[in-house]
């Protein structure tokens, strides 16, 4: 597969932030961030469980230049974000959800909290002009936001002089994110900051490590649209963080269930804390752990509260609370607990074997793991939908390795793993047998299905 060529991009880039910023005193510098696919583990990173995820060569592009005063503009040259102008502060007001410059305030913001929390500092951060661009397919669950975050953040790094490395600043974007209102985990940032050429990155967090572990020239990793819009915003980001709430309570279900029964104190926050603890055991039968603890899947609200002695108001506050200080709305029908913990678990365990298997290079184990991984996705997790669940069903009987839904999933794309020999004819099966029904121009199948290869992190290209 050819690289692709960006130089031409670039050099547009740079001439239409001249004449959108005219000045001619001007310095100017571009910068990149790439989106990621994740090969497995989906919904794991914020229970503590490691995924397995490559930045890939797509991206958001930022030509900018600093300013001396605290004013940011914003503007992008797709004619479809409009532009955006704003001051820094040390509480910086989100816009309307949903709105793209949220995702540069995000940025702005926790680096600001960053500056003035952890150093102490009471200056404010200076402001910026810039023009961004970008080739990632949006609301396609490739991460275009979380890139956007990072790309921000690099300029803003660089432009203050804060000097911080690209671990700390994924650690510190993951929670910055949240300003956006999802309750995501620290994948998207790591991937975008810390993705290397050749390369799958196993991640762990708390704290935040990397793994680099070659992925095989003979391999090809090919994306698929959907076609189904997979926003973070209104009713995904609403099922998105009930996964996340679901999760809260289920392990503090699984910690007082222990507790009582062992008679021993076991102070686990998030799922995968178990690993470290003394039921460590636990976790070679899963199943039967699960099935010990719960009963039945479904549990609602107040049973919860009474399983774990608490009252309303504290198990509100404890687990229902939302980064912007709202509160979820508990579904009526109770939260599907059980089979959501079961998803977690298993999927935990694929992404350590995955691992191996890629290390193993042995490509056919980790495509039985990627279809496990989206069944577990689809049924327990409840995170599919019709047109995913067809396109792996399509991309199995053309001969793809694996196949899998990617990223939070609720439309979005899947990701493909194809042995590079046989990418044409794979794409040609996929066009024939899934978007020809809903596109017709050679143009749109590409946008819509595309190889890419494991890309570098952010960086200053310019
Ligand atoms: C989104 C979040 C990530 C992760 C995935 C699901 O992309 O931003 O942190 O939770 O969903 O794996």
Redesign the pocket.
Known sequence: MRERNNEKRYKNIIADFKRSFPGSEKEVFLYRAPARV?LI??????NNFP?LPLAIDREITICASPRKDNKVILKNRNSCFADREFEVDFQIAPYPRGDWGNYSKAAFQALQDYLRIQKGEKKLLSGMEALIDGDIPASS?L?SS?ALVVASAVVINDFNKLNLDKLSLAELLARGEKYVG?E?????QAASLCGKKRAALKIDFFPLRIEYIPFPEDYTIVVSNSLVDAKKSASANSA?NQRVIECRLGTALVGRFLEDKYKVECPINLLGDLKKSKFSDLLKDTDKMLDEIFPRDDFRLGETGSMLKMEQGELRKRYLKLKGGSYFNSPPSGFKIKRRLRHVLGEGERVEKSAQCLKNQDMEELGHLMYQSHRSCAEDYEISCPELNQLVEIARQNGAVGARLT??GFGGCTVNLVQSCRVEQFKRSMIDQFYRDYLKKEEDFSACLFSCRPSSGAERVV
Do not use: F, I, R
């Open positions: 994740n583990g989906e919904h794991t990173d914020y995924v669950g991460s979380s999802t995501g985990g620290g994948m998207d998105y990223g939070a």
